[in-house]
């Protein structure tokens, strides 16, 4: 089995790719983290890849690690959009712009 | 798809898909360990978490905002532009073809190197991950 890194290369190219444009798309607040989710995975993708053809365990090591940071992240993110809807009854970035000035 | 589609709890089952796809790409890649925990924390974790607050909050796509087209139209650009960048400067890669060996990705190997090389790294993750949720609970209280 032998599939070139570039492949990969490409596809987690692509996938942060779609993560940015969503991120600039979209104005719901929690598309937005899955977006940046999505982001997050791509450089998963992209380590996982390498690591694999050079034979390199460290790069796993951290994939393990962003998928940790990852998950705290949003546990954090969620509570802070719970606490603003609350707030203001929206998650609309437009909104949500008093940390503006 | 995650994108573009209206409803957000649409764009959170089009994300788990996405990262089931994900998931096979990390069993190909020899990455057994990664796989399963991708599956269980993604899938089963971050998912769940990120449906439970769009049912609580009751989003649906009525409720959903939207932008201008204008706006809409720039971010496309953006996007665009950003893919143009990338791939510009990633098109000159040259082929690299090394064959793999079979037991980097297995859970022997990178236990051994994560409670060796990395064991400090390990033990702040955790610590990272409590702070985290003694964070979540504090700002999700009233």
New interface residues.
């Given amino acids: ?6 492949y ?2 490409w ?1 987690s ?6 993560g ?3 991120v ?5 607040a ?2 937005i ?3 940046i ?2 982001m997050l ?1 791509a450089v ?2 992209l380590l ?2 390498f ?8 790069g ?2 951290f ?3 962003i ?10 993110g ?6 603003m ?1 609350r707030n203001t009854r ?3 970035i ?1 909104i949500l712009n008093r940390l503006k000035w | 798809m ?3 589609s209206k409803s ?1 709890v649409h ?2 089952l089009y ?1 788990i898909i ?2 089931f796809c ?1 998931g096979g ?2 069993v ?4 057994q ?2 796989a399963v ?2 599956i269980i ?2 899938a089963g ?2 998912m769940v ?2 449906l439970y ?2 049912m ?2 009751n ?1 649906n796509r009525e409720s ?4 201008s087209t204008v706006m ?1 139209v ?3 650009i ?2 665009g532009l ?2 143009v960048l ?2 510009g400067s ?1 098109r000159g ?1 040259e ?7 079979t037991d ?2 297995m859970v022997k ?2 236990g051994k ?2 409670f060796t ?2 064991l400090l ?1 390990f033990e702040i ?1 955790s610590i ?2 409590l ?3 003694v ?3 504090m ?2 209280k009233k």
């Fill in positions: 089995m032998n599939i070139p890194v570039e990969y290369l596809l190219l692509a996938l942060f790719c779609i940015v444009l969503g600039l798309y979209r104005r719901n929690i598309i983290f899955m977006c989710e999505l995975n998963n993708v996982v890849a690591s694999t053809y050079l034979n390199d365990v460290d796993q090591v994939v393990f690690f998928m940790a940071v990852a998950a705290a992240e949003v546990a954090v969620l509570a802070i959009l719970i606490m809807y929206t998650t609309d437009d | 995650v994108v573009f957000p764009s959170v994300l996405t990262f994900i790409h990390y190909l890649l020899n990455a360990f990664l925990v991708h924390v993604y974790a971050i978490l990120f607050v769009l609580l909050l989003l959903e905002p939207h932008k809409k720039a971010a496309v953006c996007g950003i893919m990338l791939v990633l890669t082929q690299m073809m090394i064959t793999q060996s980097i990705g190997t990178l190197v994560m090389d990395f790294p993750t990272l991950l702070a985290a949720m964070g979540a609970v700002i999700g």
